[in-house]
């Protein structure tokens, strides 16, 4: 496969914290990736040098042949890497359809692939358009979120622990969902659940206090004893 985002030698410092120290990988097109590693381990903060929240110290960040290093989040969504957030991201006191619609407005000349029903639809969002966001369940609010990603059509999509707080049943559907997308998108998903990451992800990328220790094909890396030894703690 292709390589659609090289991460080269990229570190991230806050005063005296290294948060990313020299990290490295490649991110497959249309195959979906996952980060693990404990608490303060980078992962957030590597989501944000990637999509423009943070500028890098050092290194750089390659999307499509691009050098996006230090772009603007608004340039880097443009150019096609669209992400959620650890914390929902999403209007409350407006209903879904406002929310779809705040999606739609903010990408400005942007072409619109997916149109609003076919993503509820898929979604099984579409019996709640009026309904305000506040309202809606913790799994509809998620999906909700994902689905104002999807308007811009992105090659990449970066999923900051989406099945947080869900029950089995609803990461069910969102694994399927996610299978769905990876036939048409590259994905990037953040999880603590090694459970769960190995049933989405096809490549692992493992970090702690800031340094991967650790990526490649996932039953490989989670059965390394790099791994075990560093972030299970057996």
């Known amino acids: 496969m292709s390589v659609l985002l090289q991460v080269n030698s990229v570190g991230k410092y806050f005063g005296g914290l290294k ?22 381990s980078g992962k957030t903060t ?11 110290d050092t290194g750089n960040l390659v999307f499509d042949g691009t050098d996006i290093t230090g772009w603007s989040p608004d340039r880097v969504l443009r150019k096609g890497i669209a992400r959620t957030f650890q914390g929902l991201r999403v209007f409350s006191n407006l ?25 509820l639809e898929r979604l099984n969002l579409a019996s709640k ?17 994902v689905a104002m990603k999807l308007i811009s059509d992105p090659r990449l999509l970066i999923l900051d622990e989406p099945t947080a707080g869900l029950n089995p049943d609803e990461v069910s559907f969102f694994l399927d969902f996610i299978r769905e997308l ?39 890396v989670i059965n390394s004893r790099a791994v075990i030894e560093a972030w299970i703690g057996v």
């Open 46 to 56: 590597l989501v944000n040098v990637i999509t423009g929240f943070y500028k890098p």
């Open 182 to 220: 990876e036939k048409n998108m590259t994905i990037i998903i953040i999880e603590h659940s090694i459970k769960v990451i190995t049933m989405m992800a096809k490549n692992l990328l493992v970090l702690k206090e800031g340094v991967k220790i650790a990526d490649g094909p996932a039953n490989s």
């Open 95 to 119: 209903s879904l359809n406002h929310n779809i619609h705040m999606a739609q407005v903010a990408l400005k000349d942007l072409p619109e692939k997916n149109t609003q029903t076919d993503l």
């Open 129 to 145: 358009q009026g309904s305000y966001v506040k309202n809606l369940s913790l799994f509809d609010q998620r999906k909700l979120e």
């Open 19 to 40: 948060a990313l120290q020299d990290v490295s990988f490649n991110i497959e097109e249309k195959a979906t990736t996952g980060i693990i590693g404990p608490n303060g």
